[in-house]
DNA sequence: GACTGTGAAGCCATTCACAGCT
DNA sequence: AGCTGTGAATGGCTTCACAGTC
């Protein structure tokens, strides 16, 4: 049940535009225009408009959206409705923020393990999680139903924990490594490469006027 | 000083290549060809080629391109020769735990000042960056010459800490906060968004196969 | 023979512009 | 009159395929 072929820039605006829609309705509006929509977001009302046709008809024409219609939709199409439990492998600095971080706790994602290899910092509780050895990696997987790896282990370990996870069923990996990473075709892998994001700025930097 | 028109997409590889070209370095490689190179990223040699085309000709045909001097090269087109000075904006989970990272360091970024608004953590010592108050910024980008600035702030913050960034003159921006911020044209801005990052798993792990 | 550099073709995403509802 | 939904046009990135060079 793949929706055809949806480009990976809409799902990154789908969920921008859904954060988004969850202010609206805090904010107690009930309903928007593609129009406030794409202003809110910066991008232009075609682009909301044919981003939200990939799925279905959502608005009225003449008046808009109804913005907990709109979010509800939203938050299917996501496949926001089911908790995803995450594991995060490596609990060094980067690691351990994100196991504090309190976003990742909202909206259905769940912190369900941390290990790391360091004996140190096995046994440590991160907002409720306690740390386990490495070596656990596969029983967690298996006993905490994890959907979703979170690599934030240096570069040279990241592909072999990578494989573990891979081999353990685990079908969705996050890497915050330095590391291109190899997954077979049926695991999604997304990449959040710090030392690229800066590497890009300083193109632009050198290359702006 | 544009070189034309840079696809983003080209400039992330080219991010990329330059990191492996110095993994190459490293192990002692001084030849490899476009295929290798495309192999180790996961992309397509004629791919390689296309992004290398923007800048120039840098190898030599039929035999591919020295390792030291195509790294050389994207270094200098990445703007990696000179050092750029960052911020830290919020220094929370999050922003300590970049502050600490030692990824930054490495490769001319340089975090040359750590502010936040909270009284508890000025005086902090990170990594050698003593925390000072969120009050001192416009005086510390002076100062220090920062280029880049970090926003690790919380979401209802980061447009206002941003527009005093962008007010001291600070031309680059990393967005670590879950908020659509706005710059003005000649800043550049780019966003590192866990919670989106998580949504468009969560979209391909539920239509998927 | 091997591998780069590149025009041309193909493909995909965005923008345009308007028909269709309310 | 206002705003959505969408085919058509546009623009841009990627792949192809091969001429050019070592």
Chains 1, 2 share one sequence.
Not at 9 to 28: D, F, M
Not at 39 to 54: C, E, P
Not at 159 to 169: E, I, S
């Amino acid at each position: 049940m793949k929706a055809y072929k949806i480009p990976e820039a809409t799902v990154i605006r789908l969920s921008i535009y859904s954060r988004q829609l969850s202010n609206l309705r805090k904010a107690g509006v009930e309903t928007v225009s593609s129009e406030e929509i794409a202003n809110s977001v910066g991008v232009s009302s075609a682009q909301v408009r044919k981003d939200l046709a990939y799925f279905g008809e959502f608005g009225t024409r003449g008046v808009g959206y109804r913005v907990d219609e709109l979010l509800g939709n939203l938050t299917k199409i996501l496949g926001l409705t089911k908790e995803w439990n995450l594991a995060i492998i490596g609990a060094g600095k980067l690691g351990s923020a994100l196991a504090l971080y309190e976003g990742f706790r909202q909206r259905g994602f769940s912190i369900r393990a941390i290990v790391d290899v360091d004996h140190k910092r096995v046994g440590l509780d991160l907002a409720g999680v306690v740390v386990d050895p490495l070596d656990r990696l596969e029983t967690l997987i298996k006993e905490r139903d994890i959907k979703i790896g979170i690599i934030t282990v240096p570069a040279a370990e990241a592909q072999r924990v990578t494989d573990r996870l891979v081999d353990a069923g685990v079908p969705a990996v996050l890497n915050f490594s330095p590391q291109v990473l190899r997954v077979p075709p049926h695991v999604v892998l997304r990449n959040v490469d710090l030392a690229v994001n800066l590497k890009v700025l300083s193109f632009n930097l050198s290359h702006n006027s």
